[in-house]
């Protein structure tokens, strides 16, 4: 039986298009969520067309193979760990941008393209593609779309979705299907693009994305805020969101500011309860008049130090501190990032329940992220060689969840539900919806070829 | 069978809930798409909870009666008119501000709110509710939701889909789903908030949504340029979504400039080609260096008059060609509104191709609308009295509708499918993407008793 589908896939494929040696199928077995479980897959097949992947999908489909999708397997929630006797489609032979418009201020692309390399092709002609996960130069793009990937711009550009104007995407039983378009505005039926967006390959495989391009933003004016308490930071986020448009608005607790500068020296004040981090890309005066104002607001929140700069590499090195949050965390032992997103008001309650955490818990957690959204990443920090500390690493995670839950927030912001988040989902959604989601899965997968157990 | 399903209704709604009288159900047989046909309604029912929405839904569900949601009324492609022997579901009493959360920048109302009242309501505590369909004053967020509403602010700040968090929607059968949340960032299952949104009722009922808030824009810088021909129009519209990021960019032909200046002689340059209106609110020094590059962008495009003004009332004066456009040209007949989106590259050859038209057709059509987005509103104007006129715009608007998708673009950018444009919509999508549409619908409402005949 597993010969016959091989057979059949070989059939289809180039010889270099399918693979079976288990050293490369081990390299592909998982994403970077180390906590995840992760199957052995059965092959590995790497189309280079569309044509390709309705092939391999009609094969799946005859025979019920699992197929688990993955780009740079970059991901964060085990979305793309392989499924026992799974074949694994990997999508990064398909790498090539189709066409660039810099007038309609779009770019078709193949999903195996580098988010990077999609941002270098728009600077090339004076343009930009807004989307940037932390992951952005080694993430797919097919990746950030079917994670809908966040990043630092979204709080004033959005998110991944936000930049989709149209899709391609083969289904399960090999069909292709063509959603939205060229236009930045289009009625023209159901919002299907937003319905494959973020689905974690669990509906359908996405072979090429028509992306939305704009201008250069103008240069930014970073600042830098010190504050004393949670409480203080948190009121300055709200006053900043409510008041300004900031195009970067970051936060960092007191234990990612001792692990970056225990990683690297860079003067940062540790006794800070939180540092915060902004932009504005304003331009020009207005943009030092925002950031002014900006400052003004976290003083009056209670900010110990501000400090602002209009100069490029004065602001990099403002930010570089954020930068390294998550690597100088990595050095202290075994990290688990979780991802949660809150109401911009529930912030400081976030920040406070999961330092209460930490204690309880007795386990490291460094919390940083995208302040401006409400999107957060504690970061458990505990050696995995002593399982008492496992153990309760694990429980600190469920704790930050449970609280995330109860501050009316959601289980995941910008890295999916994966494998890691999947016992959470039900919770959150209610029987109702929940049971939606399996009506719209069994409706458009009526076989479960397609990523099973995961996300839902 | 049809005494006693009304029989049922009154058992479970209030006695104003409930309405059987002849002219009531005339009154709310139709929306603003003059074109299309309508049924005769048997019912029409009011409720004012979520509650009365699932009880009501549950006795159509019982007896297979088809349920045609409506708000104001103020739709434009007959997606409200009634189905022969419908029930009429208006939910125009279900219109209060459950919550204004005026520090996590969002509102939960219910879908009989005015899109006005929600704007006035943020007003009051500094904030802005941004989406802003011309019908703004009278429409409902209900049936801004139900179409995907858009507007003159698209350009910089998206549709109405782009300020939703979350919403409550009643199934079919009376169960309710909630989608989305609270939070700005939400990755945590399937984007059912995007399926909902522009979907016509055909899914599901939207009794609550959460809404986005945003920090009110500084006050506005406008520009008014005339150009002498549609292709150098194009290309200024072109260069200035390349170069800037215009909050309103705006363009009157001919014939929409020659009605205006019919209705009300503003002075306007009635031998111009087309007439670009453009905003920047970047704020203060800066908002007025942003139209200064328009500016110069239309100049260098050709243009052969430009005026700049940052004076509020005078901002507003340039602005009411735009604001009597539609009322212009339904002074010199009937008029049927057409509604389709192109790449903004090919918005001059859009232009033309309905000059051409208009020409061929023998048919008076204006056309203006959101040129920043490509989305224009060619508007057809004849004597519905002769027989012969009636049956040349009919071919003329069918001819518009081949031209678009011709161009890549859509055949409804914002006024959604309808009845109006349902002829078309198979030809946009294609056979695969259609069938993935019915696919849904028969999964989300196995029955059909969701507005049936509208959209598919």
Known sequence: MSVDWLKQLA??????????????LEAHRRDQADWAPAGV????V????????????????????????????????????AVEGCLI????????????????????????????????????????????????????????????????????????????????????????VRTGGRTVKNVAGYDLTRLFVGSEGTLGIITEATLRLRPRPPKATTLVASFPTLVAAGAAVIDIVADTRPSLLELMDRATVRAVEAHMPLGLDVDAAALLLARS??????????????????EAAGATFVIQSSDEAEGESLLAARRFAF???????TTLLDDVCVPVSRLAELLAAVEHI??????????????????????????????????????AFDDILRAV????????GEHGVGLLKRPFLARQLGAETTRLHHTLKAAMDPLGILNPGKLL
């Open 11 to 24: 059939a289809v494929l180039p010889p270099e298009g399918l693979v079976t040696d288990a050293d490369v």
């Open 41 to 44: 897959a059965r092959a590995l």
């Open 46 to 81: 790497r189309p280079s067309t569309t044509a390709e992947v309705q092939a391999v999908l009609r094969v799946a489909s005859a025979h019920r193979v699992p197929v688990v999708a993955r780009g740079a397997g970059s991901g964060l929630s085990g979305g793309a760990n």
């Open 89 to 176: 489609l990997s999508l990064t032979r398909m790498n090539r941008i189709l066409e660039l418009d810099r007038k309609s201020l779009f770019a078709v692309v193949q999903p195996g393209v580098l988010n990077g390399a999609l941002k270098m092709a728009a600077a090339e002609v004076g343009l930009w593609y807004a989307p940037d996960p932390a992951s952005w130069e080694f993430s797919t793009l097919g990746g950030n779309l079917a994670t809908n990937a966040g990043g630092l711009c979204c709080v004033k550009y959005g998110v991944t979705g936000d930049a989709v104007l149209g899709l391609e995407v083969v289904l399960a039983d090999g069909s292709v």
């Open 281 to 298: 890309d304003a331009g020009g005066e207005q943009g030092v008049a925002e950031c002014a104002r900006m400052a003004a607001v976290c």
């Open 327 to 333: 690597l100088a965390l990595e050095k202290q032992g």
């Open 358 to 395: 930490a204690a309880e818990r007795r386990v490291i957690i460094g919390t940083f992220g995208h302040a401006g959204d409400g999107n957060m990443h504690p970061t458990l920090v505990f050696d995995r060689n002593d399982a008492d500390e496992v153990a309760r690493a694990q429980a």
């Open 405 to 412: 839950l109860d501050l009316g927030g959601t289980i995941t």
